[in-house]
């Protein structure tokens, strides 16, 4: 009888692929320091208020000592890079391949290509302490109700979710507490964390006042912002 080929099922390759790109994701990043992930809109053009406000929050978080994580493509996310890159800090992009859109930004002092939106999004959790969230589209609602859930079932330690922009964010936050946290369907929702913010200087100052008032979230970091 003949050797028999062994046949490698698509799922089994897809698994193995995500595993090796959330390695060397943990090993690249393990020494970043406390980082916070700003989400939000590729589509966001350069002209945008959006995109002003996204380099500004990073600008002043990578300031306070905190590293930035972003997707590392354009739009909010190149923004979010831009700010943290040009002040000096440790600027992340995790970029996910995709043939319709344009190549990562220049903006990063670590850039991470990933092939899979599963190994890129828990890379996002596993390495962040706090979440940014600007308008975006169905990627961004994603990260955001992700990053909740992980909160609310105590996956990961429990920070801010500061949402930015009420004129775009005010009916969704509404909808969540009229249909599901008055219905039960969720966990009441924490104000201290889960909030909505215009001010890019009171976004970054609400996180340093949380970290300061909770140093043990931090641990013993070298980087920590005081």
């Known amino acids: 009888?003949?050797?028999?080929?062994?046949?490698?099922?698509?799922?089994?390759?897809?698994?193995?692929?995500?595993?090796?790109?959330?390695?060397?994701?943990?090993?690249?990043?393990a020494k970043i320091g406390p980082a916070i992930s700003i989400f939000g809109s590729a589509r966001i053009k350069k002209d945008s208020p959006h995109y002003e406000t996204s380099e500004q929050i990073a600008r002043g978080l990578?300031?306070?000592?905190?590293?930035?994580?972003?997707?590392?493509?354009?739009?909010?996310?190149?923004?979010?890079?831009?700010?943290a890159f040009e002040a000096g800090g440790a600027s992340i992009g995790l970029h996910i391949k995709l043939a319709k859109e344009a190549k990562h930004n220049d903006f990063q002092t670590i850039a991470l290509p990933f092939q899979h939106f599963v190994s890129r999004k828990a890379t996002f959790f596993m390495h962040s302490l706090a979440y940014v969230v600007l308008p975006g589209g169905f990627g961004t609602l994603d990260e955001?109700?992700?990053?909740?859930?992980?909160?609310?079932?105590?996956?990961?330690?429990?920070?801010?979710?500061?949402?930015?922009?009420?004129?775009?964010?005010?009916?969704?936050?509404?909808?969540?507490?009229?249909q599901l946290e008055q219905t039960a369907l969720i966990n009441p929702l924490d104000r201290h964390t889960l909030r909505i913010e215009d001010d890019p200087a009171r976004v970054v100052q609400h996180l340093v006042d949380f970290y300061r008032d909770h140093p043990g979230i931090l641990g013993r970091q070298p980087n920590a912002p005081v």
């Open 1 to 29: 009888m003949g050797h028999k080929e062994e046949v490698v099922s698509p799922a089994l390759q897809q698994t193995t692929q995500i595993m090796s790109e959330m390695l060397h994701a943990a090993e690249t990043l």
């Open 62 to 83: 990578a300031k306070a000592g905190f590293t930035i994580i972003a997707g590392g493509g354009p739009g909010i996310m190149e923004a979010a890079n831009k700010g």
């Open 144 to 178: 955001l109700f992700e990053a909740v859930t992980l909160i609310q079932t105590g996956k990961i330690p429990p920070g801010p979710v500061i949402l930015v922009g009420s004129t775009f964010w005010g009916g969704l936050l509404d909808w969540v507490r009229t």
